[in-house]
């Protein structure tokens, strides 16, 4: 089936809005205007939704705030039972979120579906959570008083999130905001609207009440900054660029807001001459060149040791070479587009770079003979720590090697950088693995394995790459406030 009849079958089924949502109610902007959705594999457009600014977001806001004086008091065990509703709903909506996902961001269809799957585990992880909100009761210091401390739900959360992962960023934000008593206001990424509102539906389908989940896309800096300026909203939780990152960290200062970052990385990748070549390759392969390069813990540098570098080049290349690029709604298909223009250019500027500087394109770098955003999976050789591709996240699929002599040269070169997400070690030495995990500065560390994202572990960033952790059992916290009371005058 092509896409557009896809699209208009999914419409039928209402799973594809082209609406935004507040207080429960699917609005068009306020003055009619609309930003068109497109398919980033044929360049169509899949539909419109409204480009919505401050006055829409300051209602989104006071609904999610009238919802929040009852959702937060409804029990925990209610609010899981909801949660685990919607979870069921994500699950039995697998095929067609996926097919939305494919269509509106181009991963291939199975790696659509497997998102599905991950961002609908968060909404199960913590409908298990909301039940385990514990608090403390404190041994007191003197003997006529009690000392205990309550979780309490921070409030009204916005949710700004960006268009690589449309259904699993949202869910990692609003299941752990939802299950302690928050509300939120979404803003999704204006390139990809439609599964954030296709799970918004379902949301309000298993029962979430109106106004616990609202969804507002438009003008990002007019959302942004009534967000911010709202004394209501009292946490913003952010996946998106380290520049976003850092705007609405200065502008959370004014209303002195709670903040969870989850900004750029520029994850080293580190090979050692003891590693497995075969593991070394799937597991750089599977870091590198999932959804086309384009996640923040990608592999943006891959750092191999002088003696296993020409074994490890050839036979990651010739892996490389079988990845299959095309429509992701094609059979067999491994890579699909880059998510637009400015995308593409960006990876072309730093091959050009790299090349200016003295690198050997090892396999591809150029774009794909399917035209439109499509770019040929790449490997170059010879790339020193200097060049662009280096410094900053390429987020596309060209894997870069550079070469190294000493374990302590491979620490330095991946800690020299202000990110600080994601880093993958290669090794079958287990002293060295402890070495060399403890002295990455990084928030995960992947040892022989390159896909490590899972719900129940903390994701997160140090340095400039964040704060803050999402999912697990710490991922709660970041919604939660503490409440220490003082119980006195116990004697009489
Ligand atoms: P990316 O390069 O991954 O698109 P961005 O940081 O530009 O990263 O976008 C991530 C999210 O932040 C998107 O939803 C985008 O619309 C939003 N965004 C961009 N600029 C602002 C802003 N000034 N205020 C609030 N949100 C913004």
């Not at 200062?253 to 390759?281: H, M, R, W, Y």
């Not at 995308?343 to 770079?353: G, I, P």
Request: glycine share 10%; aromatic share 6%; net charge neutral.
């Amino acid at each position: 089936m092509d896409a557009q009849s896809l699209a208009a079958r999914l419409k039928t089924s209402g799973l594809l809005r082209s609406q935004g949502l507040i207080g429960g109610k699917w609005v068009d902007a306020y003055d009619g205007k609309t930003v068109k959705v497109h398919n980033p594999a044929t360049g169509e457009v899949i539909t419109e939704v409204p480009c919505m600014g401050s006055r829409e977001t300051k209602d989104a806001i006071s609904s999610a705030n009238d919802a929040f004086q009852s959702w937060s008091k409804v029990t925990a065990a209610e609010r899981s039972r909801h949660l685990r509703k919607w979870y069921d709903l994500l699950i039995s909506h697998k095929e067609e979120l996926g097919q939305l996902i494919t269509l509106e961001q181009g991963k291939p269809l199975k790696e659509a579906i497997g998102e599905v799957g991950y961002g609908a585990s968060f909404i199960e992880f913590f409908s298990e959570e909301a039940k385990r909100v514990y608090g403390d009761i404190i041994p007191a210091p003197l003997a006529d008083r009690r000392l205990f401390v309550l979780k309490q739900p921070v409030g009204v959360v916005g949710a700004i999130t960006p268009w690589n992962f449309p259904l699993a960023m949202i869910t990692r934000k609003v299941g752990p905001a939802l299950a302690c008593g928050c509300t939120v206001v979404i803003k999704p990424s204006e390139l990809t609207p439609l599964t954030a509102l296709a799970a918004a539906e379902l949301s309000l389908q298993a029962g979430i009440p109106p106004g616990a989940v609202n969804v507002v896309m438009g003008k990002a800096s007019d959302i942004g900054d009534s967000l911010l300026e709202s004394s209501q909203v009292r946490k913003i939780t952010f996946t998106g660029s380290t520049a976003v990152g850092k705007k609405l960290m200065a502008g959370a200062a004014a209303t002195v807001k709670k903040l969870s970052l989850e900004l750029g990385g520029n994850a080293p990748c580190i090979v050692f001459d003891d590693a497995d070549v075969d593991v070394a390759v799937k597991g750089t392969l599977a870091a590198k060149f999932r959804n086309s390069g384009q996640t923040c813990v990608c592999a943006n540098r891959v750092i191999v040791q002088e003696g296993i570098y020409e074994r490890f080049a050839t036979a990651f290349s010739k892996a490389v070479q079988n990845l299959q690029v095309g429509d992701g709604f094609s059979e067999g298909i491994t890579q699909g587009p880059l998510i637009n223009e400015a995308a593409l250019h960006k990876v072309e500027s730093f091959v050009e770079d790299a090349i200016s500087k003295g690198a050997k394109i090892l396999l591809g770098g150029r774009r794909h003979s399917l035209g439109r955003t499509f770019y040929e999976p790449t490997v170059m050789g010879d790339v020193k720590s200097d060049m662009l591709i280096s410094r900053e996240e390429v987020f596309g699929p060209v894997a870069p090697l550079l070469r190294f002599r000493t374990e302590e040269e491979a620490i330095h070169m991946a800690n020299d950088t202000n990110a600080g997400l994601a880093a993958y070690i290669f090794t079958s030495n287990v002293q060295r693995t402890w070495r060399v995990t403890e002295a990455l500065e990084y928030g995960l560390v992947g040892v022989n394995e390159g896909i490590v994202s899972t719900e129940v572990a903390p994701f997160g960033g140090v340095k400039q790459s964040g704060l803050g952790r999402e999912g697990s059992k710490y991922g709660i916290d970041e919604y939660l406030e503490l409440k220490y009371v003082c119980l006195g005058n116990m004697e009489h």
